[in-house]
């Protein structure tokens, strides 16, 4: 937690710069772009976010990575090297994170997982996308999972909000009244 919070703050100031300079969706994909390099190179990964490596090569590092990925943003740039010389690469993730959720705010969109037992057939995925879009009034993003405990049924998340409409849970409700009713 202690993690995203200080992710917000680099995202919280990153908007500003960004949004003064019209770039908010270039930078995103360049931020990405790059955190791609830690799956793509895990021994870049160990090292960049080693703590016993000091700051100063690891800035340096980045600086040479920066120089051969071209033609990057001023505010891409700025972003990446000030997290190495502060040593907190290791928030690029939720930096990531928690930028693409507040630009996808900016947007009027929201993200949502749909979680079922199987997988949606053809056309669900988008029928139940049109009712998230109207029961939310913005444009949603799904993501979808499946995950057999569910049984049966949907759990739909947005945000912190989460609607479980899973069989599983229906079952522990009456597990829970069943419960309740025999031990009053």
Not at 161 to 166: A, E, F, K, M, Q
């Amino acid at each position: 937690m202690a993690n995203r919070t200080a992710a917000a703050r680099y995202v919280r100031a990153l908007l500003e710069v960004c949004e003064q300079e019209a770039e908010l969706e270039r930078v995103e994909r360049e931020v990405s772009a790059f955190a791609g390099l830690f799956d793509e190179h895990p021994t870049l990964r160990k090292s960049l976010l080693n703590p016993a490596v000091p700051p100063a090569p690891k800035r340096t590092v980045v600086a040479e990575l920066l120089d051969r990925a071209g033609d990057l943003s001023p505010v891409t740039r700025r972003l990446l090297t000030l997290l190495a010389e502060r040593d907190r690469l290791s928030l690029l993730p939720e930096i990531l994170d928690v930028y693409r959720d507040r630009l996808m705010e900016r947007q009027g969109m929201v993200r949502a997982r749909i979680t079922t037992a199987a997988p949606l057939p053809d056309g669900r995925t988008d029928e139940m996308t049109r009712r998230l879009e109207a029961a939310t009034g913005k444009r949603v993003t799904v993501e979808t999972a499946v995950d057999p405990e569910v049984i049966g049924g949907v759990v739909t998340q947005i945000g912190s909000t989460v609607w479980d409409g899973s069989i599983a849970r229906h079952l522990a409700r009456l597990r829970e009244r069943f419960l309740g009713d025999a031990a009053g």
